[in-house]
């Protein structure tokens, strides 16, 4: 009788969507069970994406006012830059934590056509 050995939790490194105090990039080790500081960062994510939305909409206002005082595009342009990295920053945690496909999938996704259908294979005659 062969012994199996139970599936083990895969652990991986999530960056988290703050720096640490020097300015460095935080992670945090998980398992796939969310626990408070995955939903905590999730939350930040989400804080974060909808500032820059806000920013984003408050900038195209700024700019499409051709007397906007100079203080106002740099105050709007800083804003951007600052969401951009935040976002940028989600975009890559988030990349990081899709699973990498399976060979077969993906042999098996070389092996068709663009438009799904299996290429012509030359048979051989035996």
Known sequence: ???????REQTMLRLLPWLSPDGKPCHL?????GG??????????????AAGG?????ARQVLEDLM???A???YAAIRLAECLGDALRVAESRGLRIPAPDTE?????????ADGA??????TRR
Do not use: F, I, K
């Open 36 to 49: 408070y500081l995955s939903r905590l960062a999730d939350a930040t994510e989400a804080r974060q994406l």
């Open 29 to 33: 080790s998980t398992g796939s069970a």
């Open 72 to 74: 106002e595009v740099r």
């Open 68 to 70: 906007s005082p100079y």
């Open 118 to 123: 299996e290429p012509d294979v030359p048979r």
């Open 105 to 113: 999938d993906a042999e098996d996704a070389e092996a068709t056509d």
């Open 1 to 7: 009788m062969e012994h199996l050995e139970p599936a």
């Open 54 to 58: 806000e920013a984003l909409g408050h």
